[in-house]
């Protein structure tokens, strides 16, 4: 009871006006679900813990934020899924996890620091980069776990490092690429694990201080909310400025020269961690902006509205978040748009699972690129 009391009150649940507008807006709730978001803050509210822990709806929230951002009592709905998650993992109540938990159990092994990783395979001839020490420091995140895991969907999210090192390399930074990183611990996090999390926490805030980088510079939306709002407890010192490479590559547009390209229309994914959780909109669509020949063309939903790709953090694949997705797809087949940029190889990946599906897969197929990819092939 004391947990819950305290989860209410750091997330204002206290405030809520039982309007139910979260709800409503919630896009697991809208694509048919009975999920209510109203429901486990009144839950909390009356230290209904059974209730909110046995109903198996706790890990279907997307964590999109959405319900934050239209709460007219300010409500940190998300905030309290994430503590109401970490109670809940301690009483031993966790969710379903798709493909059998094999990306949770790597986690897991990363955070226990027992096993020896191979995380340099992926870098090629062609690109520079320091083992130990540097100003900037390039975080590669989970993505040579992606392209492994996942190469029915032809899952390329590699693609996208690369070509960040490789921008950089452009623009003449050499970064370090350290073959010790771990995973962030993003999804352990927000599926409860909290010590998982911690343990990750601390060597990677250590590797990174003991770099000397004054720069982390990450090409994934959800490193890169937990870089800049969930590690900054674990510094001992000053943060390093941390930046999406979207944000790295706005600041030095104007030093780089782009070839002249054949017309093309490209439609934009705002990743829920880096939009509405960071409130970073601009600097990948300036970057897409800057491409000779390029058209953005903004989805139905864009920005603060945009839709989720509807599975952050492994832990709510089932057949809603397949609506979302096969809906999310809809709108960017809508624009015209001959390639859907995204910012967040998560979105790459459940989207590519989303079009290999036989029955509808030639309607909403589009080809996907990261938006460093797109900017690199630009370059003269």
């Known amino acids: 009871m004391p947990e819950l009391a305290e989860a209410a009150k750091n997330a204002k649940a206290w405030a809520c006006y039982d309007c139910g507008k979260c709800t409503a807006t919630c896009p697991i709730a809208r694509a048919g679900s009975n999920y209510s978001p109203r429901r486990h803050v009144l839950a909390t509210n009356l230290g209904q813990r059974d209730e909110l822990l046995q109903n198996g709806t706790l890990f279907s929230c997307l964590t999109c934020s959405l319900c934050d951002r239209r709460c007219p009592a300010e ?3 998300t905030e309290l899924v994430q503590k109401l998650r970490e109670i809940s993992f301690k009483e031993g109540v966790e969710p379903e996890c798709p493909h059998g938990g094999a990306l949770q159990s790597v986690m897991r092994m990363m955070a226990r620091g027992t096993q020896q990783q191979d995380r340099m395979g992926w870098v090629t001839n062609d690109l520079k980069i320091e083992a130990k020490k540097g100003e900037v420091f390039y975080w590669t995140g989970c993505t040579m776990y992606y392209d492994a895991f996942f190469p029915d969907f032809k899952v390329t999210t590699l693609n996208g490092t690369r070509a960040a090192v490789r921008l950089m390399n452009k623009l003449g930074t050499t970064p370090v690429v350290s073959a010790e990183e771990r995973c962030c611990g993003h999804d352990l996090l927000w599926n409860g694990d909290k010590k998982s999390f911690e343990q990750l926490a601390k060597h990677n805030v250590k590797l990174v201080a003991d770099s000397g980088a004054e720069v982390l510079v990450t090409s994934c939306a959800e490193c890169l909310r937990t870089w800049k709002v969930d590690y900054e407890p674990y510094f001992d010192g000053k943060m390093p400025n941390i930046l999406h490479i979207t944000e790295y590559l706005e600041s030095r547009l104007p030093e780089m020269k ?11 994914q705002d990743p829920c961690r880096m939009g509405r959780h960071l409130g970073i909109y601009e600097a990948p669509r300036n970057a897409i902006q800057a491409l000779p020949g390029v058209e953005l063309a903004e989805m139905r939903h864009t920005k603060a509205a945009a839709m989720c790709c ?3 953090t492994w832990s709510n694949c ?3 978040a397949k609506k979302l997705q096969v809906d999310r797809l809809t ?3 809508a624009t015209g748009a001959e390639v859907l940029v995204t910012a967040c190889p998560k979105c790459q990946v459940h989207f590519r699972c989303t079009m290999k599906d036989p029955n509808i897969g030639d309607e909403i197929s589009i080809e996907l690129r990261d938006v460093a990819e797109l900017v690199d092939d630009a370059l003269e």
């Open 331 to 333: 709108e960017a087949r």
């Open 318 to 320: 089932d057949r809603f």
């Open 258 to 268: 782009f070839k002249k390209n054949e017309p093309s229309r490209v439609t934009f």
């Open 75 to 77: 409500v940190g709905y």
């Open 310 to 312: 509807a599975g952050g």
